[in-house]
Structures are given as C-alpha cells and as structure tokens.
C-alpha cells in the first residue's frame, strides 16, 4: 500500500516546512530517520519492517512538497504533520494524488 500527498503551502514557506516535518518526526522516539537528503526525508516506523525502505518519504521539490506513506498507519502520519504545522500557525492543505 502506497498512499501519496500533495502538501501544498505558501512557497515562501517550503524550506521551513520541510524542516519542521523532519524535526516532528525526528524529535520522536516512535520513528527512525532512514534517509535524508536536501529535498527527501525517509523516516520507519520503530519496529516496523517494510519493503520500501522507509514507512514514508517526504520530498521537496522546487516548486512543491510530497509525502509519500508506505504504511497502513497513514492517519497517524499525517495527524502528526498537521499537528507540527497547526500548531506553528502554518496555513497548509493537503491533497491525496
């Protein structure tokens, strides 16, 4: 199962949320940073054991940000996005692709 995101906020802003996403997850001790780059985050779920590398991806584009969740615990995922971004007072939406 592969679930996929358009993250969509102020272009001015990308960078800080890209940010933000990785420190929400990063700071928790239910998740585990896979891999990280400049534009992609891949973080696991602890304990988990997917096929896909990485439990979700986020990726930043020039113009957008994605996330991509590899993992049937998709609402949690996303309930911790919105939380990071709501409560850093970031206008955002998010449409599935």
């Known amino acids: 199962m592969?679930?996929?995101y358009h993250l969509i906020v102020n272009?001015?802003?990308?960078?800080?949320?890209?940010?933000?996403?990785?420190?929400?997850f990063g700071d928790s001790d239910l998740y585990c940073l896979?891999?990280?780059?400049d534009?992609?985050?891949?973080?696991?779920?602890?304990g988990s054991s997917s096929d896909w590398g990485a439990d979700f991806e986020i990726t930043k584009t020039?113009?957008?940000l994605f996330i991509a969740i590899h993992s049937g615990n998709y609402k949690k995922i996303?309930?911790?996005i919105e939380n990071?971004?709501?409560n850093n007072h970031?206008?955002?939406e998010l449409e599935e692709e």
Not at 11 to 24: C, G, H, P, Q, T
Not at 39 to 46: K, L, T
């Open 90 to 92: 970031i206008s955002f």
């Open 11 to 24: 272009s001015s802003l990308r960078d800080e949320v890209f940010k933000e996403i990785k420190a929400s």
């Open 62 to 64: 020039e113009n957008d």
């Open 34 to 37: 896979k891999h990280f780059s």
């Open 2 to 4: 592969s679930i996929e």
């Open 39 to 46: 534009n992609v985050i891949g973080f696991s779920i602890n």
């Open 78 to 80: 996303l309930s911790v």
């Open 84 to 86: 990071r971004l709501i």
